[in-house]
């Protein structure tokens, strides 16, 4: 069973930066498409960006030129650098993995079946 291990949350003024990293265990040496996702309360859950297996990446547009997903498969570990933070930012951000079988990348939640527990980015005015 793939385990999703979130970190790097906190709290930032407006225009700030954070770093989200994500680890993953259970599945040595495989590569999975994966994403983050958030949360606002009330909300639905959407996606934020997504990298696949195959090397394609997707942003949704609120977050593209500040927002940037990277993966390194040696560690085993995502990354999302955020930077420009917005008070909109604010969620509970969560980081997932698609099943091994889907190499491309998607910002659907309901593609993906492995989730994290989640960081809370929380960004002041």
């Known amino acids: 069973q793939l385990q999703l291990v979130e970190s790097g949350g906190g709290s930032v003024q407006a225009g700030g930066s954070l770093r989200l990293s994500c680890v993953a265990s259970g599945y040595p040496d495989r590569s999975f498409s994966m994403g983050w996702f958030r949360q606002a309360p009330g909300k639905e859950r959407e996606g934020v960006a997504a990298?696949?297996?195959?090397?394609?990446?997707d942003y949704r547009d609120s977050v593209k030129g500040r927002f940037t997903i990277s993966k390194d498969n040696a560690k085993n570990t995502l990354y999302l650098q955020m930077n420009s933070l917005k008070p909109e930012d604010t969620a509970m951000y969560y980081c997932?993995?698609?099943?091994?079988?889907?190499?491309?990348?998607?910002?659907?939640?309901?593609?993906?079946?492995?989730w994290g527990q989640g960081t809370q980015v929380t960004v002041s005015s």
């Open positions: 990298i696949g297996s195959d090397g394609t990446i």
């Open positions: 997932a993995a698609r099943p091994l079988a889907w190499v491309g990348s998607s910002l659907r939640p309901g593609h993906f079946n492995y």
